[in-house]
């Protein structure tokens, strides 16, 4: 049991896009038939924004915030006083995550676009110290830099499809 708590919270970021899109697919699954196609992206956005922003952001204040010096290591970093100022970002990452849960499309793309900055930003950090510095340490180099790379790769995807969809129903007056 330990050592799958440990690759859970090692792993966070793969476990909840996972379970993001497993809620959403159940949120789909329990509608109304017939389910359309805006419906299930609405599912699966909705809960991508809820799981790999929101509670994914939540857990990143918690562990820079509370926990640096056990972050720091398992980043393959020494401990800084931006542990604090990463933590409180995450904190309002975290928070427009869980606004964007029920918000609107200019919510929903603000909850995609700031932390794909900030990810994405990060991947060329983990690269960067990969390559200068030999950092391959799991928080450095493992799920967390691939995820670094994939969540705003599917947030985009999401959103694009739902900003499609509301458009949709917006010309034929459903919003």
């Not at 939540?58 to 933590?87: C, R």
Request: charged share 10%.
């Amino acid at each position: 049991m330990d050592t799958l708590i440990r690759l859970v919270l090692q792993n966070s970021t793969v476990v909840l896009l996972l379970l993001g899109f497993v809620v959403g697919g159940v949120r789909s699954a329990m509608r109304a038939r017939p389910v359309t196609k805006a419906a299930v992206v609405e599912d699966q956005l909705a809960w991508f924004l809820f799981f790999s922003i929101g509670v994914s952001y939540l857990y990143n204040f918690v562990v820079h915030t509370f926990f640096g010096d056990m972050t720091a290591k398992f980043i393959g970093w020494e401990q800084s006083p931006f542990q604090l100022e990463v933590g409180f970002a995450s904190l309002g990452f975290a928070v427009v995550g869980f606004m964007a849960f029920w918000g609107g499309l200019g919510m929903r793309a603000a909850a995609v676009v700031g932390p794909a900055c900030f990810l994405l930003g990060a991947a060329g950090g983990h690269i960067y110290q990969m390559v200068t510095a030999h950092n391959f340490a799991p928080g450095n180099a493992g799920a967390i830099f691939w995820t670094d790379i994939i969540i705003p790769i599917v947030g985009f995807v999401l959103l694009g499809l739902y900003a499609r969809s509301y458009c949709d129903r917006k010309k034929e007056g459903m919003v």
